[in-house]
């Protein structure tokens, strides 16, 4: 059954409407006609069985045939702080991220960070990306992609997580298995670097914070093969894949 995200806002009793580009798809790419059901997700944790009623130029209602509070999140939450890439290697940390689990994605600009474009035009398509990576991995949250913040400024404000790691090239000593000893914590950080890894000073930096350094393998890893490692490294240790 095909899946859609909602605004829970838009859900009033038994009925609810849908709007944007998803109309077309229902009504053009997939030519769903009146009767037929599809899955909506609220985007914080509750899926709704609809029955369409009409399709619309504009708009799609349907009505609520059941409803299921579904947990596929994980019990961690996971943060990955990316310096931001050039090209589109952010697209895929956050599509990968997202399938994988991470609660959220922090833009991190960094010393060695190129920004370049409009950073309002790639919030949104990084948005996007997020919630059809929901899609396509039955998530019921949506992560959220959070406003791009420099580095100096983020490693100053820690308190939100029990545990920081940073993975950084320099550090040949202990791994994330080796660091990670405490599977009870709930809400971890990694910080990713960028092309050309952080800058001396950075990792310093985020030493004296809390941060702890450790080392992904002896190979230097691109900062999107970086991301998903260290994510996939920090699910499996908390039995998360």
């Given at each position: ?224 093969t970086a991301a998903v490692a260290a994510t996939a490294n920090i699910m499996q240790i908390f039995n998360e894949i």
């Amino acid at each position: 059954m095909h899946r859609f995200f909602v605004d829970p806002d838009i859900i009033r009793a038994d009925e609810l409407s849908i709007c944007g580009s998803d109309v077309r798809h229902i009504r053009d790419v997939l030519r769903l006609k009146p009767g037929d059901k599809i899955l909506t997700v609220d985007g914080i944790g509750t899926e709704y069985e609809v029955a369409l009623e009409t399709i619309g130029r504009d708009q799609v209602t349907g009505r609520i045939i059941g409803r299921n509070t579904i947990t596929r999140e994980t019990k961690l939450q996971l943060t990955v702080a990316q310096a931001v890439p050039k090209s589109d290697k952010m697209d895929t940390v956050i599509r990968m991220g997202t399938e994988l689990g991470v609660k959220d994605f922090i833009p991190v600009i960094t010393e060695r960070v190129v920004v370049q474009g409009n950073f309002e035009h790639k919030l949104a398509r990084w948005r996007r990306i997020a919630v059809e990576s929901c899609k396509q991995s039955g998530r019921t949250v949506i992560p959220e992609v959070l406003e791009p913040v420099k580095f100096t400024e983020l490693v100053k404000d820690l308190k939100e997580w029990q545990l920081a790691v940073i993975p950084w090239e320099v550090h040949k000593g202990e791994s994330l298995k080796d660091v990670i000893k405490d599977t009870s914590v709930t809400d971890v950080i990694v910080f990713i670097g960028p092309e050309g890894g952080f800058s001396h000073e950075e990792a310093e930096l985020a030493k004296s914070a809390g941060v702890i350094p450790v080392s992904l393998g002896s190979r230097i890893l691109r900062t999107d093969t970086a991301a998903v490692a260290a994510t996939a490294n920090i699910m499996q240790i908390f039995n998360e894949i």
